[in-house]
C-alpha cells in the first residue's frame, strides 16, 4: 500500500521559509518521478514542483519558480520542498504526490496518488 505522509507546513510571515517534508512507503521510491502540488481554498489545484526519478531533471511552476527548491533522497526515501521568500498566495494545502512514471510532471494527470496534505498559511 502506498503511503505518502507530508510534514513540515505551518504558519509564517510574508518572506519567511518553510521546508515541507514527504515520507514514502510501499513504492519503489527510486522509479518514480515525485512532485508536490497546492490547492487553495476556491481554487483549482497546482502543481508546484515536480523532480524525475534520477534528481537530474525538475520544473516548477511560474509562480514559484526562483523560491521553491524541490529535492529527493532516494536513499531514505525522502522528498522535499524548501519554499523561501514566502508570499500570502502561497497559502494553500500542499500535498505530496508520486507520478506514474520516471520523468517530471507538470500537469495534475500525471500524478497516480497523493498524501493527506499539509497547511501552508503566509500572513501578510
Known amino acids: 500500500q502506498v503511503q505518502l505522509v507530508e510534514s513540515g507546513g505551518g504558519l509564517v510571515q510574508a518572506g519567511g521559509s518553510l521546508r515541507l517534508s514527504c515520507a514514502a512507503a510501499?513504492?519503489?521510491?527510486?522509479?518514480?518521478?515525485m512532485g508536490w502540488f497546492r490547492q487553495a481554498p476556491g481554487k483549482e489545484r497546482e502543481v508546484v514542483a515536480s523532480?524525475?526519478?534520477?534528481?537530474?531533471?525538475?520544473y516548477y511552476a511560474d509562480s514559484v519558480k526562483g523560491r521553491f527548491t524541490i529535492s529527493r533522497d532516494n536513499v531514505k526515501n525522502m522528498m522535499y520542498l524548501q519554499m523561501n521568500s514566502l508570499e500570502p498566495e502561497d497559502t494553500a494545502v500542499y500535498y505530496c504526490?508520486?507520478?506514474?512514471?520516471?520523468?517530471?510532471?507538470?500537469?495534475?494527470?500525471?500524478?497516480?496518488?497523493w498524501g493527506q496534505g499539509t497547511q501552508v498559511t503566509v500572513s501578510a
Open positions: 510501499g513504492i519503489t521510491f527510486n522509479e518514480r518521478a
Open positions: 523532480i524525475s526519478f534520477s534528481n537530474n531533471d525538475k
Open positions: 504526490a508520486r507520478g506514474f512514471g520516471i520523468t517530471v510532471i507538470t500537469t495534475m494527470g500525471g500524478f497516480a496518488s
